[in-house]
């Protein structure tokens, strides 16, 4: 990847924040939640994105009656964000 392939995914914030959380595991929408500081509204736009662009998958389950929505990279969003931390450690030890 180069600074010119840099997905528009990758270039907020929050979707950012989301993916990192993610390279971890599987996490629910109230995880992600907490640990991005996001509102409900703003991080379910942000998950939408990502998931329209093939870089998460959702799951809905319900437990107790209660929605369940769980959220994982999918192959794609995985290399794509292996490939960007690359190119950022390329740049910081100087060779971009």
């Known amino acids: 990847m180069e600074l010119h392939e840099i997905p528009s995914a990758f ?7 989301a993916i ?9 929408f109230t995880t992600l939640q907490k640990l991005t500081d996001a509102t409900a509204g703003n ?10 662009e093939g870089y998460i998958a959702s799951r809905k389950e319900f437990f107790s009656r209660r929605p369940k929505t ?3 990279l999918t192959e794609k ?7 960007y931390v690359a190119l ?5 030890d100087g060779g971009e």
């Open 43 to 52: 991080l379910g736009k942000q998950l939408e994105t990502l998931e329209a």
């Open 77 to 83: 969003g995985r290399e794509t964000f292996l490939s």
């Open 70 to 72: 769980t959220y994982e």
């Open 11 to 17: 270039q907020s914030k929050l979707r950012l924040g």
């Open 88 to 92: 950022l450690e390329r740049i910081v």
């Open 20 to 28: 990192a959380a993610l390279m971890a595991g599987p996490r629910d």
